[in-house]
């Protein structure tokens, strides 16, 4: 009987670190999966987006560089795009450095479209908007 006695706080001690074990993995299972959904998918989606823009660049479009660079598709190239910037000024770029397109030929209307932000504190009030 008293080994009976003496061995129960050791079985008791595993149990414990089991289901501390336990805890931990489910833990760390569920901060990789809150990763994986806030940061690592939404960055892939972006990613395949931009290389799809990327890929359909063609000539007049309207896009802007990661350099700030405004202007028109003149030529497209394997990995190159030339840019008209201005009456006889030409530029050649990376076809990465192309941040976004304004706007496609035959087409009107932006590309991306930014929305205002309505309510903004900084913003004044038009007229007829104070309440007065």
Do not use: W
């Not at 050791?10 to 760390?28: D, K, N, P, Y």
């Not at 560089?65 to 910037?85: A, E, L, M, P, Y």
């Not at 050649?92 to 932000?117: D, L, Y």
């Amino acid at each position: 009987m008293n080994t009976l006695f003496t061995s129960l706080p050791v079985i008791q001690a595993q149990a414990e670190a089991s289901g501390q074990l336990m805890t931990t993995l489910i833990t760390f299972g569920a901060v990789f999966l809150i990763m994986y959904l806030l940061i690592i998918r939404p960055q892939n989606k972006q990613k395949k987006e931009l290389q799809k823009m990327i890929e359909t660049l063609q000539k007049n479009d309207k896009v802007i560089t990661i350099g700030g660079v405004h202007g028109t598709v003149v030529s497209t190239r394997d990995n190159t795009v030339v840019i008209k910037v201005d009456e006889g000024c030409k530029i050649e770029f990376s076809k990465s450095a192309v941040a976004t397109v304004v706007s496609r030929e035959g087409s009107e209307k932006p590309v991306e479209k930014i929305e205002e932000k309505k309510g903004d504190k900084n913003e004044e009030p038009k007229a007829g908007e104070n309440g007065k």
